[in-house]
């Protein structure tokens, strides 16, 4: 199998890949062509149907398709163009060649949560995290296998999980550090912080917003679909509540970053920068990872918004 990240300019490729998405475009000129993602678990990569008389046989979005093209590259970006297409025949692909995945293993990231779970004393906040993780066996599988994103970081299975589990060790860490912080608090909103990706977010292969996500948000879903299990534990603090919600909502740090609220607490503070180091330090490695065969600078990255250099040393 040609793996995307193999791929190098100049090679000929026929092979299966998965088609992400689909435009039908058209050149200055007038021609239309069709305009692809393809994608397998290494990444992606743009592909170019220039020619659509001959070889292209009808295939739609989200469907599995065999190639034949050659790989060229566009403003220091490679890309397939593409000379023939079918849909391919089922048994001839398998699925988990085309989903990206989390590079750590699922099951222990879950032990990992579960351990940080049961280190919570609180009990009204022990309760709500049971709620989800221990009692709801469909919640539990969902979360476990989601991803965190449509395209930014952590935009592959396991990825909801790994970006929850890696916010809450440093929030571990911080609450140790700073022992102002509550920290039964602050690892509870961080374990919850993105619940709310599961319904913003539609599972794979689509990995795409719904209704809701684009709507709402899962910043205020999250906050709401807690706000519902909270209701349902006897005797859940009035103030306990506001507070984790007030981190759920805050997490994004600043309004231009989509949070409903500032900060306002220093829990929430330390939680909105947990929040952004991982995924600052996802988005970085998934960089380096695209571009491991290139050394020296890779160019303004607009995530980032700055030019990046890998590390010679």
Known sequence: MYYINELREGDNVSAIYFCKTKIVATTKAGKTYYNLMLQDRTGVIDGKVWDLSNGIDHFEELDY?????QVTSFNNQLQL??????????????????MPVSPYKLEEMEDALMGIISRVENPHLHALLSSFFLEDESFLAN???????????????????HHSLFV?????????QYPMLNKDLLVTAA?????????????FPENDYTDAGQLLGHIVIGAMWVNERIEKIPGFPEKLKDELLHCILAHHGELEFGSPKKPAIIEALALSFADNLDAKMETFTELLKANENISGWLGFNRLLDSNVKKTES
Not at 81 to 98: L, P, Q, T
Not at 143 to 161: D, E, P, Q, Y
């Open 168 to 176: 809450a060790r440093t929030c571990e860490f911080l609450a140790n």
């Open 65 to 69: 398709i065999a190639i034949d093209g």
């Open 191 to 203: 374990i919850l912080h993105d619940v709310g990706k599961l319904k913003e977010i539609s599972d």
């Open 81 to 98: 163009n593409i000379r023939r297409i079918r849909k391919a025949r089922e048994g001839e692909y398998d699925v988990s060649e085309y």
């Open 143 to 161: 979360f476990r296998k989601h991803s965190a994103a449509k395209s930014v970081h952590h935009s592959f299975i396991g990825g909801l999980l």
